[in-house]
C-alpha cells in the first residue's frame, strides 16, 4: 500500500518567509500527485496536480516539484501571508486505482 | 457555478439509525468519490464511481453504501450507524481519473 508521509506536521513561519513543505511516497509508481489546502472546518482546495511525466508545476506562488525516483515532491510558497496559514495536504494517485492516498497533513501559521 | 455541494452539513445519529448523505456536482464530471477524514488517520477512500453507472468500494467501504443516482449525484448510505462511523465525510468529483478531484465542504457526522 502507498504510503505518504508529511514532514513537518506543523510550521510556523513570520510573513514574508519563504517555505518548504515536504511529501514523501513509499511505491515510485505514481499516477500523480495532488497538493490541497483545507482551511479549519472546510473542505479541500486543489493547488496544484503534477502528473507522473512533469517536474514541476507552478501557480502564482506556489511551485511544487515532484522527484518520483526518490518519492518525494515539495511545495514552495514564497513571500508568505498569514492568508497562507491553513493544512496542506500531499495526495499521490497510483496507476492501480481512483483514490488518492493522502499524507496526514502539515499545519502552517504564518504570523504577522 | 457551485462546484461539489453536499447536504446535510451537520448531523446527529444514534446508535443503530440509518441516513443517506447527498452529494451532488454541476461540472459534468464522470468519476465522484466519498472519502471520510479522521484525526490522526488523514483522508480515505469509503467509495467511488468511475462513471455514470459503476460503482466500486474504496479502502474502508464496510457499513457503508453508495449509489450514483446520474450524472451529477453520488450518494452513501449509512444501513445502521456505529459510533466508529463519527468522522468528517468528503464527497469529491474529477473529470476524468487522472485529473484533479475537486471537494465538497464537507459533512460532520456525529453517531451516539
Known amino acids: 500500500k502507498q504510503e505518504v508521509t508529511q514532514i513537518p506536521a506543523a510550521l510556523s513561519v513570520p510573513e514574508g518567509e519563504n517555505l518548504v513543505l515536504n511529501c514523501s511516497f513509499t511505491?515510485?509508481?505514481?499516477?500523480?500527485l495532488q497538493w490541497f489546502r483545507q482551511d479549519p472546518g472546510k473542505g479541500l482546495t486543489s493547488l496544484l496536480l503534477i502528473q507522473s511525466s512533469q517536474r514541476e508545476q507552478t501557480s502564482g506562488r506556489l511551485n511544487a516539484s515532484l522527484d518520483k525516483s526518490s518519492g518525494r515532491s515539495t511545495l514552495y510558497i514564497a513571500a508568505s501571508q498569514p492568508g497562507d496559514s491553513a493544512t496542506y495536504l500531499c495526495a499521490v494517485q497510483t496507476p492501480s486505482g481512483y483514490a488518492l492516498n493522502f499524507g496526514k497533513g502539515t499545519s502552517l501559521l504564518v504570523t504577522p | 457555478n457551485a462546484g461539489v455541494t453536499q447536504t446535510p452539513k451537520f448531523q446527529v445519529l444514534k446508535t443503530g439509525q440509518s441516513m443517506t448523505l447527498q452529494c451532488a456536482q454541476d461540472?459534468?464530471?464522470?468519476?465522484m468519490y466519498w472519502y471520510r477524514q479522521d484525526p490522526g488517520m488523514g483522508l480515505r477512500l469509503i467509495y467511488y464511481?468511475?462513471?455514470?453507472?459503476?460503482?466500486d468500494k474504496g479502502e474502508v467501504p464496510n457499513g457503508y453504501n453508495v449509489s450514483r443516482l446520474n450524472k451529477r449525484e453520488f450518494s452513501l448510505r449509512l444501513e445502521s450507524a456505529a459510533p466508529s462511523q463519527t468522522s468528517v465525510y468528503f464527497c469529491?468529483?474529477?473529470?476524468?481519473?487522472?485529473?484533479?478531484?475537486?471537494f465538497g465542504p464537507g459533512t460532520r457526522l456525529l453517531v451516539l
Open positions: 511505491d515510485s509508481a505514481i499516477y500523480n
Open positions: 464511481s468511475a462513471s455514470e453507472g459503476t460503482t
Open positions: 469529491a468529483s474529477s473529470r476524468q481519473r487522472s485529473e484533479t478531484q475537486y
Open positions: 461540472m459534468n464530471h464522470n468519476s
